[in-house]
């Protein structure tokens, strides 16, 4: 697969952008490979990337008052992943981003994305709509989270994301949902039993 390959499929499924449109982009995207445990972003750092997974496995997450990690979200294949408050704002960030495998990205920081924008104005509308799918994701994961059982949420978790519960250990989905592990393995349990 082309290096671009994927980006330019996800941009143009909400802007088409000409092929010298997209050698512009292509030309301001920084390609980086991540070891697996690399840590993109530590709390207290500015997070000077917004990067889009064109491989790999990265986990966003903070430390509770207790000292626990919680998971703020996983991005694999086709997803953008940075701190954007921390990004857009450059303050101190209050989370970690962590490569779980080993990724390919392309990344954004606040010059290039800036250069992006002005140079191909038509962008915008994609941001804007990224960010209007996040929300939209975010206000869905907090009402299951008040109103949802846990096995509930474990299986829109599995309907939304089938593929990550290959690529990730159970603590970390468990802390995703809010569940402990043990809690998370009853679930899986009980519902392995039912499916027999």
């Known amino acids: 697969m082309d290096l671009f390959e994927r980006i330019h499929a996800h941009v143009n499924r909400s802007s088409r952008l000409s092929d010298a449109d997209l050698e512009i982009m292509d030309g301001l995207l920084e390609k980086r490979m991540i070891k697996r445990k690399t840590m993109l972003l530590q709390e207290g750092e500015v997070c000077h990337f917004e990067a889009f997974v064109n491989q790999g496995c990265i986990r966003s997450y903070y430390l509770d008052e207790n000292g626990f990690e919680v998971t703020l979200q996983f991005a694999i294949e086709d997803w953008w992943v940075s701190d954007i408050a921390s990004f857009h704002e450059q303050k101190p960030s209050h989370m970690f981003i962590e490569a779980l495998e080993d990724c390919e990205l392309l990344v954004l920081n606040p010059a290039t994305k800036e250069s992006l924008l002005q140079q191909l104005p038509s962008l915008e509308r994609y941001f804007r709509l990224m960010v209007q799918r996040n929300l939209s994701s975010l206000q869905s994961r907090l009402f299951k989270t ?13 309907e939304k994301y089938p593929t990550i519960p290959q690529r990730v250990p159970q603590h970390y989905i468990a802390s995703y949902l809010g569940i402990s592990p043990e809690f998370l393995s009853k679930i899986r349990t009980r519902m392995a039993r039912k499916s027999i």
């Open 146 to 158: 008040i109103a949802t059982s846990a096995q509930d949420k474990y299986l829109d978790f599995l």
